[in-house]
Antibody, heavy 122, light 110 residues
């Protein structure tokens, strides 16, 4: 059974750093891209970026480029989303999702993690 | 501003049929497949339709998808109260190498 299991909820102060994780199981972790998706309170889904766990190649949405870092450790089938300096506006639910891509195109998110709620407040 | 435009809300009675549209505004993505996701309150999104009109295993045939030109449509028949959720379309922008989601549609089953 394919599963993406995310780390637990976090409460942080502005300016602090944070790394959240997404562990894949039940499939070949290096055969699919992993994406991160943000959902701010009461709002829609926003694509943040993706990583190819086989070589850690990444590309980001312009809206998030430079604000977050996506990485992966294929030896433990885990992807990460990291902030160096959180802001209150980073308060949101963050989902990882498995993204099927082929031939330079991506097609669908077929499995999703359960979400990690990040709250940034002084 | 999303380049995939969905109506903010739709509603219908139990047992009826509803359609949700997803209008594509960019030529970069008009030739790519559209997928649909359902997000029940308080839960993660789930894949409903992929490659315009295919259903993953376990998704009932009450759910259907279609795409014509620059518009995609999700159809749901035999509406149930449990179908109340937010529905999102999404597709790949081949020129910018990024994924785009529609703004989401809230379905109310009256």
């Amino acid at each position: 059974e394919v599963q993406l299991v995310q780390s637990g909820a976090e409460v942080k102060k502005p300016g602090e750093s944070l790394r959240i994780s997404c562990k894949g199981s039940g499939y070949s972790f290096t055969s699919y891209w992993i994406s991160w998706v943000r959902q701010m309170p009461g709002k829609g889904l926003e694509w943040m970026g993706r990583i190819d766990p086989s070589d850690s190649y990444t590309n980001y949405s312009p809206s998030f480029q430079g604000h977050v870092t996506i990485s992966a450790d294929k030896s433990i089938s885990t992807a990460y989303l990291e902030w160096s300096s959180l802001k209150a506006s980073d308060t949101a639910m963050y989902y990882c999702a498995r993204l099927y891509c082929s031939g330079g195109r991506c097609y669908e998110f077929d499995y999703w993690g359960q979400g990690t709620l990040v709250t940034v407040s002084s | 501003q999303s380049v995939l435009t969905q109506p903010p809300s739709v509603s219908a009675a139990p047992g009826q049929k509803v359609t949700i549209s997803c209008s594509v505004s960019s030529s970069n993505i008009g030739n790519n497949f559209v997928s649909w996701y359902r997000q029940l309150p308080g839960t993660a999104p789930k894949l409903l339709i992929y490659e315009n009109n295919k259903r993953p295993s376990g998704i009932p045939d009450r759910f259907s998808g279609s795409k014509s030109g620059t518009s995609a449509t999700l159809g749901i028949t035999g509406l149930q109260t449990g179908d109340e959720a937010d529905y999102y379309c999404g597709t790949w922008d081949s020129s910018l190498n990024l994924w785009v989601f529609g703004g989401g549609t809230k379905l109310t089953v009256l």
